[in-house]
């Protein structure tokens, strides 16, 4: 039935007039909550399996993205750490392998036993403790062609017939130095289990004088990172240049060409591959010198959004056309309301500090333009603290950049001093320049605020070095530190100003019988510290002002201050910095902090009190 031709058009319009007239007048007198409320009731409740149908699909899509998502995520990661650990092996290779002194050896001329002798002893010394570096290992050697040079067995060898995993040594040898590829990763033969790397060395005349070698244990280095990948839904393969598999979750396809393995029809079927038996192909080329690749089956999901797909499109018309008209009324408005807000908040972003909004009704609404009015003025007086703020920042970045020094002039500078003693055969000043290289590479690294504790002990180290040639044989130190805990991390620089503190407040050179003893062991889920000299000690009421945090004076105080300000930033209470000191006997400084097989993050606020990742 029409209504209009019965009552009229006037008489239409006059009751479509009231009844909006009564609505707006009961939406005025209710709270915002009961609006929302009433909306629900009329709108939602109502067609609801039509509205979980509609939102069912959208789900649905955002699913199966979210799903690739995630599955390109896991990818990159495996790409990531894939990367990580093959540089790692890269940079020793390459580090051996451009080594100067290494490379003036390998192309000498020998005439007598004492040189061979010499260069053998050069070699041990510098590389025997390469193949501790890194896990996994098996074989460490350099080969040379050298006739004038002999082999030691041990890390000098010369490629003869002797077997070589599959091939000779000199066939081996004779491959490479035909190859392009200074850096070469390459699978054992039919060994699955082991990986070869190799790299060139190169003499002053660019001619080919060595080989670096190493034997790696693939099960120790990559086998974890590409096992089951995806729940067992995908494999995953890592392909260097030459498009051979280098690690894959398939053991037995190591080694291949990766035309020869399961992901080749996917290959050739390009932009098509997601149709073949339901598996798609994703591939992660960060790497320019590898790349990972996964045969993902995405049937498993597929399964599970089928009944829902049934859903798509079912009811959206009727859902508009019944409920369009009352959501307008409705809404009328709270949503004029809101966009006179949005409009100030257009304002705001625009720098228009000065936007408020008029209010009148008493509902949450007219709180929450209550709450804006006074948002406005802290965000005036917030913007003008932090442009005093940044105009300081700025000041004083200026004044650091005035006062920094630069690393590569002073590592150059100790190299060419290096090469000069050298040619004067003064070992001693060598060997001091050589402590003084390492010291100041670790100390002026601002690129990273945590190191490990293998690290922070050569860092140590070196300084030691240093003070030893300062103070020839008057400072005994002694080493108690257990391998375990070598991998861990610890603020940079923790360990050196303690040590730096015995020499110049404890003056430990001046003792009879000086000594300095230095402790590193892991107990239970933390590592301990302890560094003892048997110096003059600190004052008692010094001792007091520093465990308190309000020493003022030089000396002592600052440094250990700013080690445990450092502390509480990474390890918050979980870490403890204690002194005991005797003065004109001893000091002894212990510091306990939680065992770190990752790096450690700055702590911010509540996050004090929480777990941290450990090792």
């Given at each position: 039935?029409?209504?209009?031709?019965?009552?009229?058009?006037?008489?239409?319009?006059?009751?479509?007039?009231?009844?909006?007239?009564?609505?707006?007048?009961?939406?005025?007198?209710?709270?915002l909550?009961?609006?929302?409320?009433?909306?629900?009731?009329?709108?939602?409740?109502?067609?609801?399996?039509?509205?979980?149908?509609?939102?069912?699909?959208?789900?649905?899509?955002?699913?199966?993205?979210?799903?690739?998502?995630?599955?390109?995520?896991?990818?990159?990661?495996?790409?990531q750490?894939?990367?990580?650990?093959?540089?790692?092996?890269?940079?020793?290779?390459?580090?051996?392998?451009?080594?100067?002194?290494?490379?003036?050896?390998?192309?000498?001329?020998?005439?007598?036993?004492?040189?061979?002798?010499d260069?053998?002893?050069?070699?041990?010394?510098?590389?025997?403790?390469?193949?501790?570096?890194?896990?996994?290992?098996?074989?460490?050697?350099?080969?040379?062609?050298?006739?004038?040079?002999?082999?030691?067995?041990?890390?000098?060898?010369?490629?003869?017939?002797?077997?070589?995993?599959?091939?000779?040594?000199?066939?081996?040898?004779?491959?490479?130095?035909?190859?392009?590829?200074?850096?070469?990763?390459?699978?054992?033969?039919?060994?699955?289990?082991?990986?070869?790397?190799?790299?060139?060395?190169?003499?002053?005349?660019?001619?080919?004088?060595?080989?670096?070698?190493?034997?790696?244990?693939?099960?120790?280095?990559?086998?974890?990172?590409?096992?089951?990948?995806?729940?067992?839904?995908?494999?995953?393969?890592?392909?260097?240049?030459?498009?051979?598999?280098?690690?894959?979750?398939?053991?037995?396809?190591?080694?291949?060409?990766?035309?020869?393995?399961?992901?080749?029809?996917?290959?050739?079927?390009?932009?098509?591959?997601?149709?073949?038996?339901?598996?798609?192909?994703?591939?992660d080329?960060?790497?320019?010198?590898?790349?990972?690749?996964?045969l993902?089956?995405?049937?498993?999901?597929?399964?599970?959004?089928?009944?829902?797909?049934?859903?798509?499109?079912?009811?959206?018309?009727?859902?508009?056309?019944?409920?369009?008209?009352?959501?307008?009324?409705?809404?009328?408005?709270?949503?004029?309301?809101?966009?006179?807000?949005?409009?100030?908040?257009?304002?705001?972003?625009?720098?228009?500090?000065?936007?408020?909004?008029?209010?009148?009704?008493?509902d949450?609404?007219?709180?929450?333009?209550?709450?804006?009015?006074?948002?406005?003025?802290?965000?005036?007086?917030?913007v003008?603290?932090?442009?005093?703020?940044?105009?300081?920042?700025?000041?004083?970045?200026?004044?650091?950049?005035?006062?920094?020094?630069?690393?590569?002039?002073?590592?150059?500078?100790?190299?060419?001093?290096?090469?000069?003693?050298?040619?004067?055969?003064?070992?001693?000043?060598?060997?001091?320049?050589?402590?003084?290289?390492?010291?100041?590479?670790?100390?002026?690294?601002?690129?990273?605020?945590?190191?490990?504790?293998?690290?922070?002990?050569e860092?140590?180290?070196?300084?030691?070095?240093?003070?030893?040639?300062?103070?020839?044989?008057?400072?005994k130190?002694?080493?108690?530190?257990s391998?375990?805990?070598?991998?861990?991390?610890?603020?940079?620089?923790?360990?050196?100003?303690?040590?730096?503190?015995?020499?110049?407040?404890?003056?430990?050179?001046?003792?009879?019988?000086?000594?300095?003893?230095?402790?590193?062991?892991?107990?239970?889920?933390?590592?301990?510290?302890?560094?003892?000299?048997?110096?003059?000690?600190?004052?008692?009421?010094?001792?007091?002002?520093?465990?308190?945090?309000?020493?003022?004076?030089?000396?002592?105080?600052?440094?250990?201050?700013?080690?445990?300000?450092?502390?509480?930033?990474?390890?918050?209470?979980?870490?403890?910095?204690?002194?005991?000191?005797?003065?004109?006997?001893?000091?002894?400084?212990?510091?306990?902090?939680?065992?770190?097989?990752?790096?450690?993050?700055?702590?911010r606020?509540?996050?004090?009190d929480?777990?941290?990742?450990?090792?």
């Amino acid at each position: 039935m029409n209504i209009v031709p019965i009552i009229g058009k006037g008489g239409a319009e006059t009751f479509k007039n009231s009844v909006n007239t009564q609505i707006m007048s009961v939406f005025r007198s209710m709270s915002l909550k009961r609006k929302i409320v009433l909306l629900y009731l009329l709108i939602v409740f109502a067609p609801t399996s039509i509205v979980v149908a509609g939102v069912g699909n959208y789900f649905i899509k955002e699913a199966r993205s979210n799903y690739l998502l995630t599955v390109q995520e896991a990818l990159k990661q495996t790409s990531q750490s894939f990367s990580f650990k093959k540089q790692s092996y890269d940079l020793l290779a390459i580090r051996t392998a451009s080594d100067g002194e290494l490379i003036a050896r390998l192309s000498r001329n020998y005439t007598e036993r004492l040189e061979h002798l010499d260069t053998i002893r050069y070699v041990d010394r510098s590389f025997q403790g390469m193949s501790r570096y890194l896990p996994g290992i098996i074989d460490f050697r350099i080969y040379h062609d050298n006739d004038s040079l002999v082999q030691d067995g041990g890390i000098l060898w010369k490629p003869e017939e002797r077997l070589l995993i599959d091939q000779t040594e000199k066939s081996w040898y004779e491959q490479r130095r035909e190859s392009n590829e200074p850096l070469l990763w390459q699978n054992a033969g039919e060994d699955k289990s082991k990986i070869i790397v190799s790299h060139k060395i190169f003499d002053t005349s660019g001619e080919l004088c060595g080989l670096v070698y190493l034997l790696l244990d693939y099960n120790e280095i990559f086998a974890e990172a590409f096992r089951d990948p995806f729940g067992g839904a995908g494999e995953v393969y890592a392909v260097d240049q030459s498009e051979r598999v280098l690690a894959s979750s398939v053991r037995n396809d190591i080694g291949k060409p990766v035309t020869d393995t399961a992901i080749e029809p996917y290959l050739q079927a390009g932009e098509a591959a997601n149709r073949i038996d339901g598996k798609w192909v994703l591939t992660d080329d960060s790497d320019p010198e590898s790349k990972i690749m996964a045969l993902l089956d995405i049937r498993q999901l597929e399964k599970k959004l089928r009944p829902t797909l049934i859903m798509v499109g079912i009811g959206g018309t009727l859902l508009v056309s019944t409920s369009v008209l009352l959501l307008l009324l409705i809404l009328k408005q709270l949503v004029w309301r809101i966009d006179k807000l949005a409009a100030r908040v257009g304002d705001i972003s625009n720098g228009v500090f000065e936007a408020k909004v008029k209010t009148r009704n008493q509902d949450e609404l007219g709180e929450l333009e209550v709450l804006f009015n006074q948002m406005t003025g802290q965000l005036r007086r917030l913007v003008q603290e932090k442009t005093e703020a940044v105009l300081k920042e700025k000041e004083q970045a200026y004044r650091a950049l005035q006062s920094q020094i630069n690393p590569h002039f002073i590592y150059n500078t100790l190299g060419l001093i290096r090469w000069r003693a050298l040619d004067s055969n003064d070992q001693v000043q060598v060997d001091l320049i050589d402590s003084m290289t390492t010291f100041y590479r670790k100390a002026l690294n601002n690129h990273e605020n945590v190191t490990s504790i293998q690290e922070e002990v050569e860092h140590v180290k070196a300084y030691l070095d240093i003070q030893q040639h300062r103070y020839p044989g008057r400072v005994k130190v002694e080493w108690e530190i257990s391998s375990d805990v070598m991998n861990f991390y610890v603020p940079k620089i923790m360990l050196q100003p303690i040590v730096e503190n015995c020499y110049l407040h404890g003056r430990i050179a001046q003792r009879k019988g000086a000594t300095i003893r230095i402790e590193i062991f892991g107990f239970e889920d933390n590592v301990h510290f302890g560094i003892f000299d048997n110096g003059y000690g600190i004052e008692s009421s010094k001792l007091e002002q520093i465990e308190a945090g309000i020493y003022s004076g030089s000396g002592n105080g600052l440094g250990i201050s700013n080690i445990r300000d450092r502390l509480f930033l990474y390890f918050g209470h979980r870490s403890r910095l204690m002194i005991e000191s005797e003065q004109d006997r001893f000091t002894n400084i212990s510091i306990v902090i939680p065992a770190c097989s990752e790096r450690p993050q700055i702590i911010r606020g509540d996050e004090h009190d929480t777990n941290i990742d450990r090792g």
